[in-house]
């Protein structure tokens, strides 16, 4: 049987669990970030019964990339949170919000899950790096909500969506966007990202894309030049339309949005390689029940069944 390889963007779902679950624990302190993402792992587990868990954290951001632009990701909205009759509860959400991830990482180092972090490294490249360099013949399931991650899907890779509840590959993607996985990336240089704060070209959004290029849907190999060469000869046939003119006078812009986009082995340097690698080859702690269970009883995780949660995760990741 090829059991998957499971590989989640750590913070991306831990927050979207500390955003929508007000849950507390025994002691009082909020825990929705801890017990919603434990049993987050647990269903994927129970699900897909993955050879192996990774949780990637980010560790402090891209230095290369914000060498090309240094303003990104600057303008990233605060997390709306699902908290509306606990406010006054909360004298310090972001020192809740570190707490939770603290210990989070304390508990998953007693179980079988892989946790990787990484100095000056996104999480979305590691996992990439995992995806092209760790067992390319057996399937992965990235888990996620971030767009950015569906330039990666291929016929071994595909993504679970913690929101949607569904698993999305090459098929999806053509169906809802009616571009090719291989061109998303592209195709968001120019559209733009605005939770990253990329600016794109004015009045090119996904279905003027596909609409005015086509090719998107059917061509694997586009570039950005492409595109702009299309929109010169369209100029050319005398189009009036704006959206070309304004893909021509991007051009920069767009050559900038594909550097800071485009998951490339080469936003990882050598040393941050071996970091990885270390990391996913070796867990910093032993499969410890007793300790796991002295962290949830000392923080008052006691309502989550952590007993289900190792067994189900140890029955699965033993080969």
Partial sequence: MNKPEIYIDGLNVFMRHFAANPAKSINGQLCGGIVGMLKNIQHLSERFSPRKIVVVWEGGGSVRR???DPNYKNGRRPVRLNRSELIGDIPDTVENRDFQLK???KILY???VTQI??????ADDVIAYLVSAKKTDCQKIIVTSDKDYYQLIDENTKIWSPNKKVLIDSQYVMDKWKITSENFCLARCFTGDQSDGLKGVKGAGFKVMVKR???LGVCNNLSINDIIIKSKQEIENGSKLKVFKEII???KTLLKNWKLMYLDSAMVSADQVKAINYQYDNKEERINKMELLKIMNQQGLNMFDIH???LTLKASTRI
């Fill in 66 to 68: 914000k060498s090309i």
């Fill in 117 to 122: 972090y990484v100095n000056d490294c996104e």
């Fill in 249 to 251: 006078e991007s051009e």
């Fill in 103 to 105: 210990t989070l990482i």
């Fill in 213 to 215: 290029f086509p090719e």
């Fill in 308 to 310: 289900t949660f190792f």
């Fill in 110 to 112: 007693k179980t079988p």
